[in-house]
């Protein structure tokens, strides 16, 4: 049983769409993260948000917009995706940003 | 850039066999994690090594540091079917930072009855 639940845990679009991920913690944590999974490559950092402030954007293109309104809740905007974005979309909190992670179940992304 | 490479990528073995994993670098991490993902759920921290030859046991699994902290090892003890899943290594490169965690390429493993 995890303290981070994602909706939806599944997503298909088309690459016109917008759509919204969302993440909450229940874990009182400060610190937010997404990361992106794909097949045959390890888990690439994304966002990290810390206190609700943006601290890290690892080079992730702008269709992918994040939104941490507070320390609880965690979103990604998607819009005009490609393709090659389709992966599983995780996020996790962890306190104080430390290295203790708890991740959620992640949202399965397909853009078609 | 720090990379893990983790091997081997891909594992299927019967239940009651013994295996180990590798996680290696050419770079020092400060401390290295392993974590377990099942299928449609996100990775769990199964144990976090910080000291150059640590050694840390849980139940039948054996984490290893290694001596210059550089590469890991994970041994599973007669395996059972839920073991089953992807073993992901994490380095951590300063210390209380999680942004600075690296990832492994994962092994994959499969235990049948």
């Known amino acids: 049983e995890t303290g981070v639940t994602q909706t939806p845990r599944h997503l298909v679009m088309g690459m016109t769409n917008k759509k919204s991920l969302k993440c909450e913690q229940h874990?009182?944590?400060?610190?937010m993260y997404w990361y992106k999974q794909s097949a045959k490559k390890p888990l690439e950092l994304m966002f990290v948000?810390?206190?609700?402030?943006?601290?890290e954007n690892n080079s992730v293109p702008s269709r992918f917009s994040p939104e941490c309104p507070n320390s609880s809740h965690l979103f990604l905007h998607l819009h005009t995706l490609q393709p090659e974005d389709s992966a599983l979309y995780l996020c996790?909190?962890?306190?104080?940003?430390?290295?203790?992670?708890?991740f959620g179940p992640g949202t399965r992304l397909l853009v078609l | 850039t720090q990379l893990l490479e983790q091997s081997p990528q891909f594992l299927s073995i019967q239940e009651g066999e013994n295996l180990t994993v590798y996680c290696n670098s050419s770079?020092?991490?400060?401390?290295l994690q392993w974590y377990r993902q099942e299928p449609g759920e996100g990775p769990v921290l199964l144990v976090t090594?910080?000291?150059?030859?640590e050694v840390k046991k849980l139940k039948r699994l054996t984490f290893q540091f290694g001596d210059a902290r550089k590469d890991s090892s994970l041994h599973i003890t007669a395996a059972q079917t839920g073991d089953t899943g992807l073993y992901l290594c994490?380095?951590?490169?300063?210390?209380?930072?999680?942004?600075?965690?690296?990832f492994g390429t994962g092994t994959r493993l499969q235990v049948t009855l």
């Open positions: 996790a909190s962890s306190q104080d940003a430390g290295e203790t992670q708890y």
């Open positions: 874990l009182g944590h400060n610190a």
């Open positions: 948000y810390n206190f609700k402030e943006q601290t």
């Open positions: 770079s020092v991490f400060s401390s």
């Open positions: 090594v910080v000291t150059g030859g």
């Open positions: 994490a380095g951590v490169v300063r210390p209380g930072t999680a942004s600075k965690l690296t």
